[in-house]
């Protein structure tokens, strides 16, 4: 099972390492910034839509965001 915390916080660590804001992924992305922060804190775990609009709007491949994600659940796990 995904753990959101975990999935939130890898997409914003991605986020921050490419020097984006929330607001500016979020416009990229065709979300609202509450609704990225949310997922971002592990309140709300992200549909595989929204994973992809993400992973389009940081300019990473939806692949290595999801490797990125299966990474850090086996350091957690």
Do not use: W, Y
Not at 1 to 10: H, K
Not at 35 to 53: C, M, N, Q, W, Y
């Amino acid at each position: 099972m995904l753990d959101a915390v975990i999935v939130g916080t890898v997409i914003r660590e991605v986020r921050e390492k490419r020097g984006l804001s929330q607001e500016v992924v979020s416009g990229l992305a065709d979300l609202g910034r509450t609704h990225l922060s949310a997922i971002e804190r592990g309140v709300r775990k992200p549909t595989l839509d929204t994973l992809f609009k993400l992973a389009e709007a940081m300019d990473i491949p939806p692949n290595e965001l999801v490797f990125l994600i299966e990474q850090k659940i086996k350091e957690n796990g």
